[in-house]
């Protein structure tokens, strides 16, 4: 079979104008597991403070990265339909990273004015959000890897839609 | 090192006791979506043992950590002895962590399949993680100590060879546990059972 180069070219374009969104975003999960592990510990309020501030950090960094990647998803344009739809779920999974983090910022404020309550509800609402992305995500790495298989293309590095 | 195998040791025995798997499986986010029969119940505990497992044994405070260590290290902003250790760190909690998905007593034919998969995508991905560590120590002798290396078409075939068997093996590590996940949420779904957290497997 004679690889489909254009779809190579395509795919690739789409692996690259994804990666700021991907290489980023472990900073933050690890930020939120460092953060969830001082609340689970006791008398344990000035290190909630200081991993909290670096969670802000991290999700102010991960939104300029988001941002980019929308841009360059955009400009990739691909018109394979396989390429596409690999595109349209790239597209999902970043508006649900957005969304995610933006309601991870509001649990921050919640949770930094004592309402608890509204802070548990957000929790639920980013996880729910990151859930989404991680699906989308998947989904990407799947059809896209089916993909460059049909088209005797050798497979994309798995982690490059993470 | 010691003590993290003692810990885990010990996890993989509070699990094994039946009224801890249930409580596991009880809690709010997995409660069946439908009036399940006595198969679901059985899948739904065979994947939350499985996702609790791989959780505990580098899902939750390894993969993160040493993902992130990683880019680091690659836009030099971290030391290759530093990473070396985020590296040595994830890879024996994960070498416990695969011991205890093992461990994980599973009772369907799918329970079964998956934990297959995940053990052998785990133990890829602990003997990826011993080449990229030889890889480092390569590079950290000839970063330290360059007047040891005699031969040095020598030492860059042996780094290219680790570092080939490490990205061999963490790619089909990925692509199984990726590939695991479909499977597990698709069953899940069609039992009308909650899905995993979509990281369970990461």
Known sequence: MTPDLRLLRELQALEAAFKPASSRINFVVAAETLRQAAIESPDNEAAIVTRSGVLRIEIRRYRVAATQAKTRLVAAAPSNDAAVRVRDDLQLAIAARVRAIFRMQQMLDAAAQRDNERAARLAVEWRSFWDESLRLTRSATTKGQAARAQSGLEPAEEGAFR | ????????????????????????????????????????????????????????????????????????????????????????????????????????????????????????????????????????????????????????????????????????????????????????????????LARLPEDAFI
């Not at chain 2, 990683?70 to 909690?93: I, M, N, Q």
């Not at chain 2, 093992?102 to 799918?110: A, M």
Request: aromatic residues 6%; proline residues 3%; contains cysteine.
């Open chain 2, 1 to 192: 090192m010691m003590s993290r195998i003692a810990i885990f040791a010990a996890i993989i025995v509070v699990l094994s006791v039946p009224t801890v798997r249930l409580a596991l499986a009880a809690t709010p986010g997995n409660i069946p979506a439908a009036t399940p029969s006595g198969d679901t119940l059985e899948l739904n505990d065979d994947l939350r043992g499985l996702t609790e497992a791989w959780n505990v044994g580098g899902g939750q405070y390894g993969y993160p950590f040493w993902e992130k260590a990683g880019h680091r290290w690659r836009a030099s902003e971290l030391s290759t002895s530093a990473y070396r250790e985020y590296v040595v760190g994830y890879r024996d909690r994960l070498d416990a962590g695969c011991k205890l998905l093992s461990s994980v007593d599973t009772r369907t034919d799918l329970g079964d399949e998956l934990q297959d998969r995940l053990v052998a995508a785990c133990t890829d991905r602990v003997r990826a993680l011993d080449a990229h560590q030889r890889e480092l120590e390569l590079l950290i002798l000839r970063d330290a100590s360059p007047e040891q290396i005699e031969d040095m078409a020598e030492w860059v075939e042996s780094r290219n060879d680790e570092r080939d068997t490490f990205n061999r093996l963490l790619q089909g590590s990925y692509a199984a546990t990726r590939t695991s996940m479909d499977l597990a949420q698709a069953a899940l779904e069609g039992e009308g």
